[in-house]
C-alpha cells in the first residue's frame, strides 16, 4: 500500500497580511481607550472642582446669614480670591465680614491644602463674588429682606458654554473657560413688623 498525501484546501496558518491587520486594529482600539481615559481624568478634575466650589459657596452663605445684621458689609466691589490683595494671614483682620472675606479668599485660593508649598485645595483660579440683589427694607408693613448673590468662579478645563453669571468675567481669557455657580442668600427682619 501507498500513503498517498492529501492536502487540504482549507487554512494551514495565519499570513503575515492578516497579522498586520490584527496588530492595526488593536492598536486602534488601545489608542481609543487612552483617549476615553484622558477624557475621564479631565472630567474627575471638573467635577472635583465643582465639588470644591459648593463648599465655599455654602461656607459663604452660612457666613452671611450668621451675621445678618450686617449683611451689607459683605458686598463686595471686586473678586476676592486668585490675584486679589487680601492677606495671606487674617489673624489681623476684625472680627465679622472683613475676617469671613480674608478666610474665604484664602479658601478661594486654595490654601486649605498645600502641597510642598503650592496652594492646592480648590479649584484653578478660585475667585468669589458678593453682590446685593435686592436691598432689605425695614419699613413698618413693607419688611422687605436683602438678598445677596454669592457666586465663586474658576477656570474649567476645556470649553463650554459661557457662563451667564458675571463673576470674574474676563479674568480666564475666553469666558467659555470660566463656570460659575451661585446661590441667593435672603437674610431676614426678625424684629420687622
Known sequence: MRATMHLSSGQQG?????????LVILAFGLLGVAIMQSKMQVGTIESFQRAQGVVLLEDMSARIS?????????VLIAPVGTGDSQPDDCSGQPAGAPKDICEWSLALKGAAELQSSAKVGAMVGGRGCIELIQAPDLTQGVCQPGIYRV????????KTAPSALTCAAGMYGDDSNRRAISVRVAVGMPGCS
Open 151 to 158: 457666586t465663586v468662579a474658576w477656570q474649567g478645563l476645556h
Open 66 to 74: 450668621a451675621n445678618g445684621a450686617n449683611a451689607s458689609s459683605y
Open 14 to 22: 495565519t499570513s503575515m497580511v492578516e497579522l498586520l491587520v490584527t
